[in-house]
């Protein structure tokens, strides 16, 4: 028995080295394994989007434009005559700055002036006639009071001829006025000879030389202007605002702007006119300041630089600016979600210092990875470490 019972431990004994010797490459190899698993997994530094009411200023490109310009046009097909000003000359409202010539002009003139004038001497005869007329009867009327002095017949004639000639006196009064009308057109068209400043203002083009043919739309010479003429004391600075811009910016606001022949000068001018409408070409809508220059120091046509205020009335998502990456084709930062990438598309708005305004499928207290780049694709898994985004 004592021999079985030997023979039993030493089994036993074997078993148990057997599994302890199975056992132990198992468990070393895990222990090994274990830090190159955690290596393998990238680490990320991540930072919460966060939200907040956004009141800062954007720099915009701007177009500063006069406030009226005009090409002056002929309203009468005529040869310039002569013209007392060029480009860079000043004017005044009303001041003739051409004169045209058309001699049939004048013959025209003459007919009309021939035409009243005979229109009002057959006037007059008509009224003296029927004063005479009138006079006739009013007599005969008198006389025939008594009876046998005056015919009935004789009164009824003069009665009829004075009718007759009070009807040919108001005929004869609206074809006088007729003709004066037609003396005073052409006496207008006259007028349109001389060539007048629409306002003060400088010429700035000159389109004609003397005893160019110029005229109206649809005559000889047409579609030639005279000269350009804009304004030179009011100027309207015209800015394309981003569509995310636009809310939040009332009519009268006072804005900053700068000039580039005027480096470190400030100039300032108010909010006069919102278009209400976004080009769907650039999502942008034109805003025009209007621009005070009482010395005519600014340029139209010059580009200036607007500090455009931004203000959100409703909290939107910010991130640092380095979060937001681009394949060429979209804008996106890159989430994590239990340890897991995954891109989210967004567009961004204003810039405050190292941050953006972002707008996508995100939350505040979202995690996006710091530095986004599309080398990390969606799905990988990471391991997140927080940081501030400040």
């Known amino acids: 028995m004592k021999w079985k019972e030997a023979a039993l431990s030493a089994i036993l004994s ?114 003296a006639k029927l004063e005479a007329d009138q006079a006739t009867y009013e007599r005969l009327k008198a006389a025939a009071k008594t009876p046998g002095v005056v015919a009935l017949n004789d009164l009824e004639v003069a009665q009829k001829a004075a009718q007759s000639d009070q009807a040919n006196v108001v005929a004869l009064e609206k074809s006088a006025k007729a003709a004066q009308d037609g003396l005073r057109a052409v006496s207008q068209l006259e007028d349109y000879l001389n060539i007048t400043a629409p306002f003060d203002g400088q010429v700035t083009t000159r389109y004609v030389h003397p005893v160019a043919l110029v005229g109206p739309a649809g005559g000889s010479g047409a579609m030639t202007p005279i000269v350009q003429v804009q304004t030179l004391t009011r100027d309207r600075l015209v800015v394309p605002v981003p569509e995310y811009d636009t809310a939040g910016i009332p009519e009268g606001t006072e804005v900053s702007f700068t000039v580039p022949s005027f480096p470190g000068r400030i100039f300032k001018a108010p909010i006069a006119r919102i278009s209400g409408a976004v080009d769907i070409k650039t999502r942008t809508m034109p805003v025009e300041l209007d621009v005070r220059d009482p010395r005519g120091e600014l340029s139209p046509g010059t580009f200036c630089e607007v500090e455009w205020p931004v203000r959100r009335p409703y909290p939107t998502l910010f991130v640092p600016a380095s979060a937001v990456a681009t394949d060429l084709e979209r804008a996106f930062v890159i989430r994590v979600r239990e340890n897991r990438t995954e891109w989210v598309d967004v567009k961004t708005g204003a810039t405050v210092g190292k941050l953006v305004e972002i707008f996508g499928d995100l939350h505040e207290g979202d995690e996006v990875v710091v530095h986004g780049t599309n080398s990390v694709n969606p799905g990988t898994h990471v391991r997140p470490n927080l940081i501030s985004s400040n």
């Open 14 to 127: 074997a078993v148990c080295l057997i599994s302890s010797s199975c056992s132990n490459p198992s468990n070393g190899t895990t222990r090994a394994d274990a830090p190159e698993a955690s290596q393998s997994i990238p680490e990320v530094q991540v930072t919460p989007v966060f939200a907040e009411k956004l009141s800062t200023t954007v720099r915009l490109p701007a177009q500063l434009m006069p406030y009226e310009v005009v090409d002056v046009y002929p309203k009468v097909t005529g040869f310039v005559k002569w013209i007392k000003v060029d480009r860079g000359s000043r004017v005044k409202k009303g001041e003739i700055v051409a004169q045209l010539e058309a001699p049939e002009l004048v013959a025209q003139r003459s007919e009309a002036d021939s035409k009243f004038q005979s229109a009002e001497s057959q006037l007059a005869a008509v009224e």
